[in-house]
């Protein structure tokens, strides 16, 4: 079974400075896609980042990027010039593609932005 | 204009009590999910269905059961409610498989008292 692991429960950056967050997982599939989203204290969970396991570029969006590490199945989320509307649950996620593919989720970290 | 929307957001009943959840999608996606949020914010699948046909049925009790009307909607029943399904329930859809990743609704917050 796909585990997803973010062993960083909580984590703090100041306004403006960047900040890594942590997620591996597990699999023996060689086709999968990794997620990032966002869930603030209103709950909605929003997509942040997505990357394609197969393509070696990491993905970038506007302040978000990522280190994809497939050999290592390692996948961080950077978050450059850090905002206060940053401040939010961060959940790593896995999928594969087979027919009964589920979005797996990792325990989340919860980022604290200061000022 | 909201994509994928829940109804009610938030559901206080008391133990033993049956109650419903809506959800409905505006994206002509053709799966649709359920996942359990707990106190601790772990996010678990419950129940997926494709093109109104279930997929998924993880180990949920069967108090739970899920009905798709057609691919956009899917509703939650869950009967005899029990302190422990206190907790918030998300509704998502996707295109196939979500590989491009799912659209989640708003949450419902189920209080069991």
């Known amino acids: 079974a796909q585990t997803v692991t973010q062993s960083q429960p909580e984590m703090s950056v100041q306004e403006a400075e960047t900040v890594t967050l942590s997620c591996t997982y597990d699999?023996?599939?060689?086709?999968?896609?990794l997620f990032w989203y966002k869930q603030p204290p209103s709950r909605q969970m929003i997509l942040v980042i997505r990357?394609?396991?197969?393509?070696?570029q990491n993905a970038t969006e506007n302040r978000f990027s990522v280190n994809f590490q497939k050999a290592a199945k390692s996948f961080s989320l950077k978050i450059s010039d850090s905002q206060l509307g940053d401040a939010a649950m961060y959940f790593c996620?896995?999928?594969?593609?087979?027919?009964?593919?589920?979005?797996?989720f990792g325990t989340g970290t919860r980022l604290q932005v200061t000022l | 204009d909201t994509a994928v929307s829940q109804t009610p957001k938030y559901l206080v009943t008391q133990m033993g009590n049956d109650k419903s959840i809506k959800c409905e999608q505006n994206?002509?996606?053709?799966?649709m999910y359920w996942y359990k949020q707990d106190s601790k914010k772990f996010l678990k699948i419950m129940f997926s269905?494709?093109?109104?046909?279930?997929?998924i049925n993880e180990t949920v009790p069967n108090r739970f059961s899920p009905k798709s009307p057609d691919k956009a909607h899917l509703n939650l029943h869950i009967n005899s409610l029990e302190l422990g399904d206190s907790a918030v329930y998300f509704c998502?859809?996707?295109?196939?498989?979500?590989?491009?990743?799912?659209?989640f609704g708003s949450g419902t917050r189920l209080t069991v008292v």
């Open positions: 998502a859809s996707s295109l196939g498989t979500g590989t491009r990743g799912y659209t």
């Open positions: 699999t023996s599939e060689s086709d999968y896609y």
């Open positions: 990357q394609e396991a197969y393509k070696q």
């Open positions: 996620a896995y999928t594969s593609t087979g027919t009964a593919s589920k979005l797996t």
């Open positions: 994206l002509g996606h053709d799966t």
């Open positions: 269905y494709n093109n109104k046909e279930l997929i």
